[in-house]
T-cell receptor, first 118, second 119 residues
Framework: GAVVSQHPSRVICKSGTSVKIECRSL??????MFWYRQFPKQSLMLMAT?????????EQGVEKDKFLINHASLTLSTLTVTSAHPEDSSFYIC??????????????FGPGTRLLVL | AQKITQTQPGMFVQEKEAVTLDCTYD???????LFWYKQPSSGEMIFLIY??????QNATEGRYSLNFQKARKSANLVISASQLGDSAMYFC????????????????FGQGTILTVHP
């Protein structure tokens, strides 16, 4: 199956700094990628939908100025957590949507990025 | 809006026994898909099984089967012959398949069920 990578897998940063997380589709083109956030032992919450070549669509309650999303190419989306604070510590997961011939689609998940803000 | 409900925060099963993880859903869209994912402690999301709303037969993938009861809006996952490696968090998810609308293509996840397999 298709592979989606995320980098870094784990990051620790100081409060007030910005952190960039990359999501790459390795063997297919993804016009749409999704960013999720997961707190320990909780569900995945969709943060935003990243569309190649256009602005991301954010879910209600997600600050677009805090979580900057850029989808500059068909294989790369980035999430930047700006001015990170301890409450932003979480597990961030991306997924990439592959649309096959015939219209069927599948979402492939990245391995996730654990962010710890001190 | 779409909603997925998993009412079992935790489940325990003896190795080699079968276990059913419950999932109910709610949507007004006639075309949708139901997914089950496994998330071990490493955090990766592992796709297990998919059921389309128009599929006539219940989906099966190896030891996983999906008990799809459309009228009851339930999509329970059955794991047969449980193994120690099945211990993980399990998520039920739904995707609206009809183009158009703000929810198209998005996955909505349930709260998850932590499965523990005892030797």
């Amino acid at each position: 199956g298709a592979v989606v990578s995320q980098h870094p897998s784990r990051v620790i940063c100081k409060s007030g700094t910005s952190v960039k997380i990359e999501c790459r589709s390795l063997d297919f083109q993804a016009t749409t990628m999704f960013w999720y956030r997961q707190f320990p032992k909780q569900s995945l919450m969709l943060m935003a939908t990243s569309n190649e070549g256009s602005k991301a669509t954010y879910e209600q309650g997600v600050e677009k100025d805090k979580f900057l999303i850029n989808h500059a190419s068909l294989t790369l989306s980035t999430l930047t957590v700006t001015s990170a604070h301890p409450e932003d510590s979480s597990f961030y997961i991306c997924s990439a949507r592959e649309i096959m011939t015939g219209g069927d689609e599948t979402q492939y998940f990245g391995p996730g990025t654990r962010l710890l803000v001190l | 809006a779409q909603k997925i409900t998993q009412t079992q925060p935790g489940m325990f099963v003896q190795e080699k026994e079968a276990v059913t993880l419950d999932c109910t859903y709610d949507t007004s869209d006639p075309s949708y898909g139901l997914f089950w994912y496994k998330q071990p402690s490493s955090g990766e999301m592992i796709f297990l099984i998919y059921q389309g709303s128009y599929d006539q037969q219940n989906a099966t993938e190896g030891r996983y089967s999906l008990n799809f009861q459309k009228a009851r809006k339930s999509a329970n996952l059955v794991i047969s012959a449980s193994q120690l490696g099945d211990s993980a968090m399990y998520f039920c998810a739904m995707r609206v398949n009809s183009p158009g609308g703000t929810s198209y293509g998005k996955l909505t996840f349930g709260q998850g069920t932590i499965l523990t397999v005892h030797p």
